[in-house]
């Protein structure tokens, strides 16, 4: 990698508040595709991961808003947002009074994004940069996971790992638009908002972003 994670991420996006969510800002690029030929150039890697750190997506801007209307999810308590991306889950959950917060990702631009993000926000919030889905769920109160239902073999691991999470005792709140692979039949929805996402890569500008939690173990749909 020729140049630093962070020296990329400031080098191609740009600061600015996220669609309703204004109180956030966020490094946000403008196009996936320039976007992602450039991290396969700096990289030097043809398969390098889509830029999924650049861009405000639908899951996550509906566990903000959730998190925005309802602070008592997150207030007082710990909090683990899985493939963190940009790291919008993890600091609405700061916003809305959570002590402390965790950011997962494996992409090193998006550990550096969800630093700069954080600082920018006036917060701070500890990157693990690293697969924890083979992990133990971490020890906290609640699990964020948005938009982690876009592929079929993440979808297959996810799941399993947030049902451990739930077990242990772990509210799990999922934001999700309504991707193929969502495992609806596990789900209780909770809430539903109009969004705007920045990115092409999802299917329409404007959509619906919905919450959910996972159902009780041995509770059928």
């Not at 630093?4 to 309703?20: D, K, M, N, T, W």
């Not at 390098?48 to 861009?55: D, E, I």
């Not at 801007?61 to 925005?68: D, E, K, S, V």
């Not at 109160?141 to 079929?152: F, M, S």
């Amino acid at each position: 990698m020729a140049a630093s994670p962070r020296a990329f991420v400031v080098r191609h996006s740009h600061l600015r508040p996220v669609p309703g969510l204004e109180e956030i800002r966020l490094h946000l690029a403008d196009d996936v595709l320039p976007l992602w030929h450039a991290a396969q150039i700096e990289t030097d890697d043809p398969d390098a991961a889509l830029p999924y750190w650049a861009f405000a997506w639908a899951g996550g801007l509906a566990i903000g808003r959730y998190l925005r209307e309802h602070p008592e999810a997150a207030a007082g308590r710990r909090v683990f947002d899985l493939a963190s991306g940009s790291g919008l889950c993890a600091i609405a959950s700061l916003h809305a009074g959570a002590v402390e917060a965790t950011g997962a990702d494996i992409d090193p631009f998006a550990a550096a994004a969800i630093k700069l993000n954080a600082r920018a926000n006036g917060r701070r919030v500890t990157v693990v940069r690293r697969d924890v889905l083979d992990d133990d769920p971490p020890d906290v109160e609640i699990v964020l996971a948005g938009d982690c239902w876009y592929e079929a073999r993440l979808a297959e691991r996810v799941l399993p790992w947030l049902h451990r999470a739930r077990d242990r005792g772990i509210e799990v709140l999922i934001g999700d638009p309504g991707r193929r692979y969502l495992p609806t039949d596990e789900l209780v929805e909770l809430a539903s908002y109009d969004v705007r996402t920045t990115t092409e890569l999802d299917d329409l500008e404007r959509k619906q972003g919905r919450v959910y939690t996972l159902r009780p173990a041995g509770e059928n749909a």
